[in-house]
């Protein structure tokens, strides 16, 4: 049964059909993301989307069923998990407070966001990830970086990162990309090889100082051959 239902909400695959909870008969835009159709008010996307507001406010041409259920306007290369929790997100008012959505829940819905141009929800979940202070939370900031192209955001996520001087796991490594995992690495290498190399520096000063260097018994110089009163030890 739970097999079942999974497959059901599982649109990428299987034939086209209808959300099981993003389907509204009052909707005024029929939209099809991988196999999922959503029927949602075209007012909805126009509010928050400066790229779709224009799409959307081109005059129809008479006989034009683009965004119908006869021909759903088809949003290509996009996740239908990623549209699902955004018009989710619009249609549940509650869930629009702080900490409502996890971390993971948020990356799934900042590509979109970005894409079509979603100012104010990318500034809201980019704002959220910010306050982060777990590693985890630092990771999704990394990642969220090069969703939108922000190389102040990944510097300050990866100076956060170094700051906690702590290793990431596979998985985390895995999601941050090599050059990430590299500068926290060597970091950690550079720390180590300097307490090393001080450790020692410190030894190696205090077996100096064990050694008795014998003086000149006319100068008292410090040194094995005296060279002051050409006199010897």
């Given at each position: ?7 059901a ?41 400066t ?36 018009l ?15 971390g ?21 979940i ?11 939370g ?14 102040e ?43 090393i190399?001080?450790?020692?520096e ?8 064990a ?6 018994r ?16």
């Amino acid at each position: 049964m739970e097999d079942a239902q999974s497959s059901a909400t599982d649109y990428a695959c299987g034939p086209p059909r209808r959300h099981h909870s993003l389907y509204f008969e009052d909707g005024t835009l029929v939209m099809q993301v991988e196999n999922a159709v959503f029927k949602i008010q075209r007012s909805l996307l126009a509010r928050y989307s400066t790229a779709l507001r224009d799409m959307l406010s081109v005059p129809s041409v008479e006989g034009n069923k683009d965004g119908t259920d006869e021909r759903p306007l088809v949003m290509s290369g996009d996740s239908a998990a990623s549209w699902e929790l955004l018009l989710g997100l619009q249609y549940d008012i509650t869930r629009n407070r702080p900490g409502a959505l996890k971390g993971e829940e948020m990356l799934t819905i900042l590509p979109i966001a970005h894409k079509y141009c979603m100012d104010e929800i990318e500034v809201w979940i980019v704002e959220q990830l910010k306050v982060t202070s777990s590693y985890d939370g630092l990771v999704d900031l990394i990642v969220a970086s090069r969703i939108v192209d922000s190389d102040e955001l990944y510097q300050d996520g990866l100076q956060r990162l170094l700051s906690t001087k702590s290793s990431p796991t596979l998985h985390q490594a895995k999601r941050m990309g090599i050059e990430v995992t590299y500068a926290i690495m060597k970091a950690a290498a550079d720390v180590a090889i300097a307490k090393i190399t001080s450790d020692l520096e410190a030894k190696h000063s205090k077996a100096l100082a064990a050694v008795a260097i014998p003086t000149c018994r006319n100068c008292h110089a410090r040194n094995w051959d005296c060279r002051n009163c050409a006199h010897g030890m």
